[in-house]
């Protein structure tokens, strides 16, 4: 999202528009600092965001916010990392949400999880699989497995 625009799903393309009222007064509340934006956005909607998410709380983690906008202004979308909005989405038509769903968040949040399983398989093999670790890169941002994983993955693993 630009400063003065906002990525818009409009009959099925994607072009910047100009930024809705509502997220030029959410931009004002969270100008002074002291109110994060999506509290802000929350605050001007007066609508509560619905979350998905993949792998919570972990560096391969990913979550989808989606606010409901009122008197039929469609939906807002926001792709985000634990740190970061990738990405938001203004989809005005309510006729035009569900193609957007199936075209652009579940995609989204099935290739995340897809990367969060293949980092975990990874983490667990670098720690089972002593004779395949010295082809395995080790990472360093991923946490150590719990006791109880790795425990089970030995057991598994005839140990």
């Known amino acids: 999202m630009k400063n003065r625009t906002v990525t818009t799903c409009l009959h099925g393309e994607m072009i910047e528009m100009m930024a809705p009222e509502w997220i030029v ?66 989809v005005p038509e309510k006729a035009e949400w569900l193609l957007f769903r199936t075209q652009y968040i579940l995609p989204f949040l099935q290739a995340h999880a897809a990367i969060a399983t293949a980092n975990s398989l990874q983490r667990l093999l670098q720690h089972v699989a002593p004779a395949t670790q010295a082809q395995i890169p080790r990472h360093a941002e991923h946490a150590p497995l719990p006791a109880a994983f790795l425990q089970a993955a030995q057991w598994g693993a005839g140990r």
């Open 25 to 90: 007064r959410a931009r004002a509340i969270c100008n002074g600092g002291q109110t994060p934006w999506h509290a802000a956005l929350t605050q001007v909607l007066k609508f509560l965001p619905h979350s998905e998410s993949v792998a919570p709380d972990t560096p391969d983690g990913v979550q989808v916010l989606t606010w409901v906008i009122p008197e039929e202004g469609g939906h807002y979308a926001e792709f985000c990392t634990p740190h970061h909005i990738l990405d938001a989405v203004w």
